[in-house]
């Protein structure tokens, strides 16, 4: 297991992040249990959660990932210092969450305090936000004028960002975390955090995690050098595209209790006809060279510059011991040229 600088947190994570949404719904206590002690033998440290978790969300699942993760915490409380935890505040929209409304000082204080007893812990190691309060080109919003920045509050935004970072500089002082990042936001979001946190000496964002995969590269290289020169760590989550990637779905397939068998909150919009053909044509790559197309795009993605740790979730053990196979698995320069002409046929297939 490699591990890598969270930004400039000073903590050491593990090139895999274990990822956490389905348990509480696709699983349950004992399979949590035995992902984490699985993970943590293979070398893993890092583990990511949310307050909304499980997926889909509802609210009858909210928050209960966080609580598993906290039974497993109190059985093994001597492990907790070898263990970095990260959870996310949620953004608006969701009416079972604080009515829906946006991030305020005052929710991060709540969801704080909230997290902390469902996990069980004194502290939190990572804090994030799990998405900004505007509209974000993120969950297939990425094409021309499906957002529409110019019709933002820019001042208003820039106010709330403060209001919320003074929040978490609260928390830290109070010990209740230890570092903040954020989740699907762009260049103007960091830069504008970076700033803010210069300004009136609060705490530094020291990582960002978005989606990216082979189906979905847009932060390459952009945002990602941002990433890199302003020392925050990037953290792909949803490497597989939703589960894409593993080629299960091709064809319209939908097999019983995985996650596009369920209704999804933001519909199946990785679900393309340009997205089946791009999927086809890595599990051909994968065939011809002895992997899985889970696999390929698993070691595609731990190789890209910038990338700290790589969120992965499973349902099963057995897919969770395949994904970890990947990233031992060294690119060769002719399979990477083989990916790259696909990448370059379908830069942005849904």
Not at 178 to 195: A, C, E, K, M, V
Not at 225 to 231: G, K
Not at 300 to 313: E, F, K, P, R
Not at 337 to 346: C, G, M, Q
């Amino acid at each position: 297991m490699e591990y890598r600088r969270l930004g400039s947190s000073g903590l050491q994570v593990s090139q895999i992040c274990l990822g956490s949404m389905t348990w509480g719904l696709q699983n349950n206590q004992h399979d949590a249990d035995e992902q984490i002690n699985f993970a943590l033998a293979k070398g893993v440290n890092f583990i990511d959660t949310a307050e909304m978790y499980a997926v889909p969300p509802s609210p009858d699942t909210y928050g209960k990932t966080e609580q598993i993760i906290g039974s497993w915490l109190s059985r093994h409380k001597e492990k907790r210092a070898d263990v970095i935890i990260a959870t996310k505040i949620a953004g608006g929209g969701l009416p079972w969450i604080r009515g829906g409304a946006p991030i305020t000082g005052q929710a991060v204080s709540a969801a704080i305090d909230a997290s902390l007893q469902r996990l069980q812990s004194d502290y939190i190691d990572l804090y994030q936000l799990h998405w900004p309060n505007r509209v974000s080109p993120h969950f297939g919003k990425h094409w021309p004028n499906l957002t529409t920045p110019s019709k933002e509050d820019g001042s208003a935004e820039v106010d709330g960002m403060l209001d919320i970072l003074q929040a978490i500089g609260d928390a830290v002082k109070a010990g209740k975390i230890r570092h903040f990042g954020l989740s699907d936001d762009t260049p103007w979001g960091i830069q504008t955090y970076l700033r803010l946190a210069e300004l009136h000496n609060l705490p530094k964002v020291v990582s960002i995690q978005n989606e990216f995969s082979l189906l979905h590269s847009k932060d390459w290289p952009y945002l990602i050098e941002q990433c890199i020169h302003e020392d925050i760590a990037y953290l792909p989550w949803s490497p597989l595209a939703g589960g894409a990637l593993s080629g299960k779905y091709l064809g319209g397939a939908r097999p019983e209790g995985t996650r596009w068998s369920l209704v999804q909150r933001q519909g199946l919009f990785r679900d393309t006809p340009l997205s089946n053909e791009a999927i086809k044509a890595y599990a051909d790559i994968a065939a011809r060279h002895q992997l899985t197309p889970a696999q390929l795009a698993l070691a595609w993605c731990n190789q890209i510059d910038g990338v700290t740790s790589t969120i992965i979730g499973a349902t099963s053990m057995a897919q969770l011991k395949e994904n970890f196979t990947a990233f031992s698995l060294p690119l060769s320069a002719e399979l990477k040229a083989e990916i790259d002409a696909v990448l370059k046929r379908y830069p942005a297939p849904f």
